[in-house]
C-alpha cells in the first residue's frame, strides 16, 4: 500500500484502510454540522482566539458571518505558555460561544485540553480542536477516538510530518474517521516570525493522506499583516480551508492580539480570497489527483 510512497517518508500504520497516510488517495470529506471540509469548497472558520465576554462573541460571529465564515471558532479552555496569562472562562466561556454560534446559524470548533472535559466541551461543539501542545498525548487521542465527533488535530511546534500523521492514526484506529489536519506554524531557527509556515507540508500531506488539511496564518505567522497572504498560499497548494483570528479590537484583546485581525481586515481578508478561491482551491486539489 506504501509502495509509491515519496523517498524519506516512512511508513506510519500497518495493512489496513484507515490510516493517516494513504498514498495519493481522494481526500475524504469531514462533515462538521452543515458543513463539509474537504469537499469541492475552501471552508473558512474564523472567531476570537479567547471568549472574553459575550458582547465580544456576539459580535465577532455576526462580522464573520457577514463576511463569509461558515465555522465559528473561539477558545474556551485556553493552554497558555505563562500561568500568569488569561486562561478562559472555562463553561462560560461555551455557554456564550454556543449562543452566538446559534444565533448566527453556524456550526462551533473549540479546544479540548483535558481527558476530564471531553463529554463538557461535546455538550456546546460541533467539533473539538486539539491544540498543537497536545497533539501527542496520546492518553487524550485513545479518549477522543471513542467520541463520534470530528477532530481538529493540530501540529506539534516541533512535530515532523510522520510525528503528525501518527497522532491521527490514534483518533482513527480508536474509530474516529472525522479527522481533520491543521497546519499551525513550526518552531524552527528563524526567529522573525512567531512561527515557520510550513506550506510545503501541506501539500506533501495532501499528497500522501487522504485526511483535510486546513491552515492556520494567524499561529503560523503571529502578524496579522501578512495572514491574507499567507490564506492565499495555503489554499494555493491544496489546503482545503483557513482558520483565522478575529477580533472587534484586537490592541485590547487578552490573547493573541497581534496575530488577531479586526473585522474590516477580516472582510478584506474574503474579499481578496473570494474571487479566486474555489478556482485555485478546485485547480490545486485536481492537481494533486492527477499526479497521484
Given at each position: 500500500?506504501?509502495?509509491?510512497?515519496?523517498?524519506?517518508?516512512?511508513?506510519?500504520?500497518?495493512?489496513?484502510?484507515?490510516?493517516?497516510?494513504?498514498?495519493?488517495?481522494?481526500?475524504?470529506?469531514?462533515?462538521?454540522?452543515s458543513v463539509t471540509i474537504g469537499g469541492t469548497e475552501a471552508v473558512i472558520m474564523a472567531g476570537p482566539c479567547s471568549i472574553e465576554n459575550r458582547e465580544q462573541i456576539l459580535k465577532t460571529a455576526q462580522a464573520v458571518r457577514r463576511a463569509g465564515a461558515v465555522i465559528l471558532r473561539g477558545g474556551a479552555f485556553k493552554p497558555r505558555t505563562s500561568p500568569r496569562d488569561f486562561q478562559?472562562?472555562?463553561?462560560?466561556?461555551?455557554?456564550?460561544?454556543?449562543?452566538?454560534?446559534?444565533?448566527?446559524?453556524?456550526?462551533?470548533?473549540?479546544?479540548?485540553?483535558?481527558?476530564?472535559?471531553?463529554?463538557?466541551?461535546?455538550?456546546?461543539?460541533?467539533?473539538?480542536?486539539?491544540?498543537a501542545r497536545n497533539m501527542q498525548n496520546f492518553s487524550l487521542l485513545k479518549k477522543l477516538s471513542r467520541y463520534k465527533r470530528p477532530v481538529l488535530l493540530k501540529r506539534g511546534?516541533?512535530?515532523?510530518?510522520?510525528?503528525?500523521?501518527?497522532?491521527?492514526?490514534?483518533?482513527?484506529?480508536g474509530g474516529n474517521s472525522d479527522v481533520v489536519l491543521c497546519e499551525r506554524g513550526i518552531r524552527t531557527f528563524d526567529n522573525s516570525l512567531r512561527n515557520t509556515f510550513d506550506l510545503a507540508g501541506i501539500a506533501l500531506v495532501k499528497e500522501i493522506s487522504?485526511?483535510?488539511?486546513?491552515?492556520?496564518?494567524?499561529?503560523?505567522?503571529?502578524?496579522?499583516?501578512?495572514?491574507?497572504?499567507?490564506?492565499?498560499?495555503?489554499?494555493?497548494?491544496?489546503?482545503?480551508?483557513?482558520?483565522?483570528?478575529?477580533?472587534?479590537?484586537?490592541e485590547k484583546a487578552l490573547s493573541d492580539g497581534p496575530q488577531s485581525l479586526d473585522f474590516i481586515g477580516f472582510e478584506r481578508l474574503m474579499t481578496g480570497l473570494r474571487t479566486p478561491l474555489r478556482d485555485v482551491y478546485l485547480f490545486s486539489n485536481k492537481e494533486v489527483q492527477a499526479n497521484g
Open positions: 500500500m506504501h509502495d509509491s510512497l515519496p523517498n524519506g517518508i516512512p511508513d506510519l500504520v500497518s495493512d489496513h484502510s484507515n490510516g493517516a497516510e494513504t498514498a495519493f488517495q481522494k481526500t475524504r470529506p469531514v462533515k462538521v454540522g478562559g472562562l472555562g463553561k462560560r466561556g461555551l455557554e456564550l460561544l454556543r449562543e452566538a454560534a446559534d444565533f448566527v446559524g453556524l456550526p462551533v470548533v473549540t479546544e479540548v485540553m483535558s481527558e476530564d472535559d471531553i463529554s463538557l466541551v461535546c455538550d456546546y461543539a460541533d467539533m473539538l480542536q486539539v491544540g511546534p516541533a512535530a515532523t510530518i510522520k510525528e503528525w500523521l501518527a497522532a491521527a492514526d490514534y483518533l482513527l484506529e487522504n485526511l483535510p488539511v486546513i491552515a492556520d496564518p494567524s499561529h503560523a505567522t503571529g502578524r496579522r499583516s501578512i495572514i491574507a497572504a499567507c490564506a492565499r498560499a495555503a489554499i494555493a497548494v491544496g489546503a482545503d480551508g483557513i482558520m483565522v483570528e478575529v477580533h472587534p479590537n484586537p
